[in-house]
């Protein structure tokens, strides 16, 4: 009788554990017919027959807009309560498998705070658009969450944390010097991302997103694979879009550095076990610092001066890098690579070849309009551009002169910038609370 | 969660894993492949299929063709839909393979006994910062090296925007052939240059009477009758007639209207002994003749194609057989470069055909789809090309005047299709009766601009410049629309039907009716009526404009209409 009531404990336990993982294939599956898209080229009617026009998909009305900022708000609270108070890793498993289901499949991806940024970017510098009020409220309230509590967003409330999450479990490190270059992507994926945004070009992150097309029943197959080979190495090198390209984290990282209370490793006193050294994927966890082994206090502080000096090297730099990138960075804008290509055939002698080409000569626009607003962009982009580069020269130096810093340290502690909050160190800890 | 496996089964669930996990790599790469391929080839552009259909566009009756033309399409579409369903199906596949590798990969991450790996020795700090900034710098030395050469690689493969560079000069050393503006003297073809209408030069007479000999220079009885307009080209005028079998060829003194030559174009090895089925009205000589002013060539409805230099000496002449149609046949030839352009239109073929204008041999022959029509071939000049385009039906088809190949073609026509196109610089004006007017952005994925259907002639060409289309009618309308926009800007009704084409010459329109009355108008966008000059005899052809006179064809004579 004990035995079995044992058993049927065990299994209800292992079946609250799977559960999650059991959703998440259901729903990989119920999304795999992913096939409209890529069909047959539309036939063209010689009888004057006229397509009916394309018609986006109806805006979701404001009360809705609302609601989802209110199941946003909802869901970074409870994962804040999961994170810090209840420390429980699976209840967090559970919120990613919810924000899966409701942001990513129900909601197919949009709105999403990862995106928002290239709204407020359109929004701070062109003035005929306004940026609707649930999008703006998208990028703030993970922000200011991350600035009071860490990175409870990417724990469990972004779906595309919450798809990588729940398929990474055979975490590999990767070597520091790949680790190093490699995250430093997502600060140039930023600052692209908020020039084309600004400059009215293109939403990249959107464009680019490797897991939009898993959420909706459209996408281009090519970004399908590409989402589904990014899941298959997640399995291994955990998160990552979060730590590679995600551009809305490089800001997470920053607010969730001054966070007020974040997740901590141990819920008391840490013993300086070392238990937990290894156990972070992301390389997240800072250990203690004794006091041994200190370097003298002058070589540090001529170190700090001299990183402090370089900051205005480094912007000047970054901005002279993307001065020269201009012109062929505004060959993302869809007016300058139409003018850019109509140019090239004229110079290369040969008749219109790309659709762009020939839908603009039906347009009805005349060569010299379409070249007048190639300049006005290719000049605009000569402008904003520095401003990008200068934006990664002072990141570069910041992220310098923090490494010249040591502060003394008693216990191990989260790197609150890149830490997750997903809570895999929990269970390493020895220390328990009850 | 945790399953309690025994090694062999963790062994097995590795194994299926590192299956699933390469099947899905191949999958996704085969995907990949298919995908590229997909993207970059066009099942309907099939070598072998596009031969097989230009050997069935020129034998059009043979039926084995035909079908060879279908079974290759079915197959060039089932290739393509085959490359469809494998990305289709592998999707599907690759989702399960990733699925399999994942649960199997969970399942041995849970069944192993995890421990912290107790680590050995701590890092120095000091030494941990040291490192991280080295490969901090080397990363963002890497990524400025890298973006300083992208920057260099990139602005050498943008085109000049200046139009300096190397491409760009051998591009002006091809320039784009544009519209010869029309001559104040020649008037080669129907409607004068380039068969659109459009005459040179000013100062031309807007008054007269044919009846009391006011402005009248000369008169000349035409030997024979004809429907066909006057060409002009330095002082010759030549023209057409016939009468039963004889088709004739006249050369008249512009300045005087003396016939200087006549020219046979009957008892060509090949001419049919009987006159053909056609309108009682229309007779052999509705054609009008094209010159370029070293040669002076004519076709005639029995089929016979002359050519003669200035002097009346035949250079050649063959017959291309009868044409049959309901009404006859009344095409007219334009000539560009050394190639004499004939529409060929017949219940057995319609085509264009290219001849050598020295030699008359065929250089191209195309074959156009549809039923025969009764308009004229017209030069127009898009995309820095010269194209001849046909009124057709159902098809207004745009050919390269000098190899014939179609370069865009668009449905819009159908019934008994009689006037020619109107060409400006930006568009192709196509109308007929009981069917519609319809503007058309020329050019590749050619497209109607817009249409309308109040104002539509039966045998009367529109005339257009860039911002206006005029048009009269065989009811005695008259019509102003606006070129790009298709807004009828104003219209006015004449008492009399329109069968010659209206003229542009020197911003006025000449519009001469049946009764022979000319209607000249402003070539604006208000109605202006200027003057009406009646010739005294009935009137079918179209005027012909030259040196400050205009030549014009009654029924019988042949008129000089001058102010001096």
């Known amino acids: ?434 | 969660m945790k399953f309690d496996f025994s090694e062999k089964d963790i062994t097995i669930l590795k194994v299926v894993s590192q299956i699933a996990g390469g099947f899905a790599l191949i999958v996704a790469l085969t995907m990949i492949f298919s995908l590229v391929q997909l993207k970059t080839i066009n099942p309907l552009d099939n070598p072998v299929l596009l031969s097989i259909k230009d050997q069935y566009d020129k034998d059009p009756g043979d039926a084995s063709k035909a079908a060879m033309v279908r079974a290759m399409d079915l197959m060039a579409r089932k290739a393509y839909f085959s490359s469809r369903w494998q990305v289709e199906t592998g999707s599907y596949l690759l989702l399960g393979g990733a699925i399999i590798f994942i649960l199997c990969q969970r399942l041995i991450s849970d069944n192993e006994k995890r421990k912290p790996a107790f680590p050995g020795t701590k890092a120095e700090p000091v030494n941990i910062q040291k490192n991280s900034r080295r490969y901090l710098l080397v990363a963002a030395t890497v990524i400025s090296l890298t973006a300083i050469s992208a920057s260099f690689i990139l602005r050498t493969t943008l085109p000049d925007p200046s139009g300096r560079s190397g491409f760009s000069s051998k591009a002006n050393n091809n320039e784009k052939e544009s519209a010869p503006k029309p001559d104040k003297s020649n008037y080669p073809f129907f409607r004068g240059q380039d068969s659109r209408g459009i005459a040179g030069g000013s100062g031309y007479p807007t008054e007269w009477d044919g009846i009391s000999g006011k402005n009248i220079a000369w008169k000349t009885e035409v030997p024979q009758q004809g429907k066909s307009s006057p060409v002009i080209w330095d002082d010759k005028i030549f023209i057409t007639g016939a009468s039963g079998l004889n088709c004739e060829v006249y050369c008249i003194d512009k300045k005087t209207g003396a016939l200087l030559w006549t020219g046979t174009a009957s008892g060509i090895a090949g001419e049919p002994a009987e006159l053909p089925k056609m309108d009682q009205e229309a007779g052999l000589s509705v054609s009008t003749v094209a010159t370029n002013g070293t040669e002076i060539c004519a076709v005639f409805a029995n089929g016979n194609i002359i050519c003669f230099n200035m002097e009346g000496k035949q250079k050649w002449a063959k017959n291309i057989g009868v044409p049959e149609s309901n009404y006859g046949y009344s095409s007219s030839l334009i000539i560009y470069e050394n190639i004499l352009i004939v529409q060929y239109d017949s219940r057995t073929k319609n085509s264009v055909i290219g001849f050598d204008i020295e030699t008359g041999e065929q250089k191209w022959e195309t074959i156009r789809q549809g039923r025969p029509v009764w308009s004229s071939p017209v030069l127009g000049y898009f995309d820095g090309k010269a194209q001849v385009i046909i009124n057709g039906n159902p098809n207004v088809v745009s050919y390269d005047a000098l190899t014939g190949n179609e370069l865009w073609s668009v449905e819009c026509m159908t019934g008994d299709v009689a006037p020619s196109v109107a060409v400006n610089s930006k568009m192709v004006f196509a109308v007929t009766d009981y069917a519609k007017l319809a503007a058309i952005k020329p050019g590749t994925g050619a497209s109607i601009a817009w249409e309308d259907n109040a104002y539509t002639p039966d045998v009367s060409s529109p005339v257009a410049t860039d911002d206006y289309l005029f048009i009269s009618t065989g009811n005695g309308d008259v019509a102003c629309y606006n070129a790009e926009k298709g807004d009828t800007i104003w219209t006015h009704y004449f008492q009399d039907q329109f069968y010659a084409s209206p003229v542009i010459a020197d911003d006025l329109i000449y519009l001469i009716d049946r009764s022979g009355v000319m209607h000249i108008i402003e070539a604006d966008s208000k109605f202006k009526l200027v003057a009406e000059s009646p010739l005294g005899e009935r009137v079918d052809c179209t005027p012909a404009f030259s040196d400050k006179k205009i030549y014009l064809r009654g029924k019988k004579y042949l008129y000089c209409i001058s102010d001096n």
């Open chain 1, 1 to 434: 009788m004990v035995d079995r009531l044992f058993q049927k404990r065990e299994f209800q336990i292992r079946m609250k554990k799977t559960l999650p993982y059991i959703i998440f294939v259901l729903l990989l599956c119920w999304h795999a017919v992913l096939f409209a898209q890529d069909r047959f080229p539309r036939p063209e009617f010689e009888s004057g027959y006229v397509y009916a026009t394309n018609q986006m998909p109806l805006q979701r009305a404001p009360g809705w807009e609302y609601f989802d900022v209110a199941v946003l708000l909802g869901a970074l609270t409870l994962t804040t309560w999961l994170a810090l108070k209840k420390r429980s890793r699976q209840g967090l498993i559970w919120m990613s498998v919810f924000s899966l289901a409701y942001f990513g499949f129900y909601r197919e991806g949009c709105i999403c705070a990862v995106g928002s940024v290239q709204n407020v970017a359109l929004a701070l510098f062109n003035d005929g658009y306004t940026i609707p009020l649930s999008a703006l409220l998208f990028f703030m309230i993970p922000l200011l969450f991350a600035l009071a509590y860490g990175r409870v967003f990417c724990a469990g409330v972004c779906p595309l944390g919450a798809i990588q999450e729940l398929t990474g479990f055979q975490p590999v490190k990767l070597p520091k010097k790949i680790e190093a270059v490699l995250a430093s992507v997502p600060f140039i994926y930023l600052a692209l991302a908020v020039l084309f945004a600004s400059t009215d070009s293109q939403f990249i992150i959107c464009r680019y997103d490797p897991f939009i097309g898993i959420f909706r029943l459209d996408a281009p197959y090519t970004m399908i694979i590409f989402g589904i080979l990014l899941l298959l190495a997640g399995i291994f090198v955990n998160r990552p879009y979060c730590r590679y390209l995600c551009p809305y984290g490089v800001l997470l990282n920053v607010f969730s550095r001054f966070a007020g209370k974040h997740l901590t490793i141990t819920p008391a006193e840490c013993t300086n076990c070392r238990l937990c050294e290894e156990v972070c994927p992301y390389d997240a966890i800072i250990p203690s610092d004794s006091e041994l082994n200190r370097e003298e206090p002058a070589k540090p502080r001529k170190r700090f001066i001299l990183y402090f000096l370089l900051i205005p090297v480094f912007a000047v730099t970054g901005a002279a890098i993307f001065y020269t990138l201009a012109p062929s960075l505004a060959g993302v804008n869809s007016n300058v690579s139409l003018a850019r290509a109509i140019r090239s055939e004229k110079e290369s002698g040969i008749e219109s070849v790309s659709k762009a080409v020939i839908a603009f000569k039906e347009s009805g626009k005349t060569e010299a309009q379409l070249f007048a607003e190639e300049a006005t962009i290719t000049d605009r982009f000569r402008k904003s551009s520095p401003w990008a580069g200068v934006f990664l020269g002072i990141s570069l130096g910041i992220g310098m002169l923090s490494l010249t810093i040591r502060s003394k340290r008693i216990e191990y502690l989260p790197d609150q910038g890149k830490c997750y909050s997903c809570g895999r160190c929990f269970k390493y800890c020895p220390i328990k609370v009850q």
